[in-house]
């Protein structure tokens, strides 16, 4: 703003044109420190660009009970990295069909259901642990039946992780405990 105006407003509030610039960039200069201070916070704790590193354990089928065609399979997953990742699909040589990603709900009535879900994400410096009341893997049943204590290859493919092959060994539906 400039004229006698200017200079009236200048007057008025004590400050003038010198004092308007330096007030305007403080602002975006604060923010800057802020932001700054952050970064370097994070950079410090070892989180700067690391990746995900993904670590698979814990692997366990439950042995298919009657005439079930479905079973389910369970892995602990830690993402010890910077970085979000992504389980995108599992597969498993010795299976028929697809395994698929479900995630457990409650109802109504104290009744349980599935829903398939496309991938499950593992937060950085997070782990995910699977359990009939979460997320786990859908199995169909092969033709020759599994006995406890038998070993199931399973082959997990994560975003960013790649492809990381576990065996789960089968074990009996009530004989494994589900930590968080």
Do not use: C, K, Q
């Not at 006698?4 to 420190?33: N, W």
């Not at 990603?101 to 599935?114: I, Q």
């Amino acid at each position: 703003m400039n004229g006698p105006l200017a200079g009236t407003i200048a007057r008025l509030t004590g400050r003038g044109p010198l004092t308007d610039a330096l007030l305007a960039a403080l602002v975006p200069v604060a923010a800057a420190g802020l932001t700054l201070a952050g970064l370097t916070a994070w950079v410090g704790a070892g989180h700067a660009g690391s990746p995900a590193r993904i670590r698979v354990t814990e692997g366990r089928v439950l042995l298919p009970t009657g005439a079930s065609p479905e079973t389910a399979a369970f892995f602990r997953i830690t993402n010890g990295g910077g970085s979000t990742d992504r389980l995108l699909g599992v597969t498993s040589p010795g299976v028929p069909g697809g395994v698929t990603l479900a995630r457990h709900r409650m109802g109504a009535g104290a009744t349980g259901y599935r829903d398939s879900i496309d991938a499950v994400e593992i937060p950085a410096g997070r782990t995910v642990a699977m359990s009939p009341h979460s997320v786990d893997l859908t199995v169909p049943v092969p033709a020759g039946a599994w006995r406890a204590g038998d070993r199931v290859s399973f082959t997990l493919t994560f975003r960013r992780g790649g492809r990381v092959r576990i065996p789960a060994v089968v074990v009996r539906p009530g004989t494994a405990a589900f930590r968080p």
